[in-house]
């Protein structure tokens, strides 16, 4: 069964450093997205992609972060400057054209320090 | 913006009972509520979805109900076994490819 992946499974940065998160959406999809989850709390909507452009942000997704499609198959979160409430899991997720149900990824477990 | 509200946050039950868990929407545009799995160190995995033009849905053990007049909507998981221990996630959109708001969780523990 197709899958969303992500790597890496963890990272460790200094505060202040640059991350790139990476996601492998599945193949036929057209909508991607990511998504945190900081400890304890709800799963939080950061950013929508589609036809190589932001279709919707929310408010935490300010300058410091951006996204990528960098190739057919990749699609990556940076933040340029890491703060240490940056720290959470962050999910990548997949939808297909059309399609309301969103895939996710394992995630990526980000922490600043 | 869509607000969604989950209870209750754990839940134990006993295996073989059954377990409900509740969420209200505030959006009333809103006419997509799925539901997902979170097992430890793993990503959301879709259990059950429903959307707005019907009442409820069953698959096999699980179940969704929803109440458009009152904005809400229940997971209802009958026959529990060890392996449904998760937590577990509401969650709301406007359909098509909007995003998905979710509620805190409930985290599930049944006991052998």
């Known amino acids: 069964e197709p899958e969303v992946t992500q790597t890496p499974s963890h990272q460790v940065t200094q505060m202040g450093q640059e991350v790139i998160l990476r996601c492998v959406p599945i193949s036929n999809h057209l909508y991607f997205y990511w998504y945190r989850q900081i400890l304890g709390q709800k799963v939080e909507f950061l950013v929508s992609f589609y036809n190589n452009e932001i279709s919707e942000k929310s408010e935490i997704f300010d300058d410091q972060f951006s996204v990528e499609r960098p190739d057919g198959s990749n699609f990556t979160l940076k933040i340029r400057s890491t703060k240490l409430e940056d720290s959470a899991m962050y999910f990548c997720?997949?939808?297909?054209?059309?399609?309301?149900?969103?895939?996710f990824g394992p995630g990526t477990r980000l922490l600043v320090l | 913006g869509e607000n969604v509200e989950q209870h209750p946050s754990t839940l134990s039950v006993q295996e073989g009972d059954s377990a409900v868990i509740k969420c209200t929407y505030s959006?009333?545009?809103?006419?997509?509520f799925p539901w997902y799995k979170q097992e430890l160190g793993k990503g959301p995995q879709l259990i059950i979805d429903i959307r707005s033009n019907v009442g409820e849905k069953k698959d096999q053990r699980i179940a969704v109900t929803l109440n458009k007049t009152a904005k809400h909507f229940s997971l209802h998981i009958t026959e529990t076994q060890p392996e449904d221990s998760a937590v577990y996630f509401c969650a709301a959109s406007k359909g098509g490819y909007s995003t998905l708001t979710f509620g805190k969780g409930t985290m599930l523990l049944v006991s052998p």
């Open positions: 959006d009333s545009a809103s006419n997509y």
């Open positions: 997720a997949s939808s297909e054209m059309g399609g309301e149900t969103q895939y």
